[in-house]
């Protein structure tokens, strides 16, 4: 069983700069960090000209569906019938992008397939992680 989810949708860009209509995006879930996802932006979407990454929390996006969420550097909520808005807020500016809330849904199914909201915990590995960080810090 695969243990990454990497889903294409299609964004449409509301405000930042540069400006296009619409952009493809990646929505990435990996086991290995089963508390986050990750959108992806392609380098031409981005005011620096780089592929952009933000991760954020896995619950963030699922309440997101709902209602408006989230108070930091990404924001969710529900527009209409069928669009999720996601605001990204960086010391440069804001990105704001709609994507169809079913793409959002498909995508958290397969991430809730692979490992069920609630029982992320159990994909942890607290002894090898904190044995990597006392490594690190020798």
Excluded: K, N
Excluded at 50 to 66: I, P, Q
Excluded at 95 to 102: L, M
Excluded at 124 to 136: F, K, N, P, S
């Amino acid at each position: 069983m695969s243990i990454v989810i990497e889903q294409p949708v299609e964004a449409r860009l509301v405000a930042a700069a540069p400006r296009m209509p619409s952009i493809p995006a990646t929505l990435h879930y990996d086991r290995r960090d089963p508390f986050a996802v990750r959108m992806t932006f392609p380098a031409p979407a981005t005011l620096e000209g780089v592929e952009v990454c933000w991760t954020f929390a896995r619950e963030l996006l699922a309440a997101g569906l709902h209602r408006p969420e989230g108070h930091g550097d990404v924001r969710v909520r529900p527009y209409g019938f069928d669009r999720t808005v996601l605001e990204f807020h960086a010391p440069e500016g804001t990105a704001v992008v709609h994507i169809h809330s079913s793409e959002v849904r498909r995508f958290l199914h397969a991430t809730g397939e692979l490992v069920p909201a609630g029982l992320e915990h159990l994909q942890l590995d607290l002894d090898h992680d904190l044995a990597e960080l006392m490594r690190d810090a020798c």
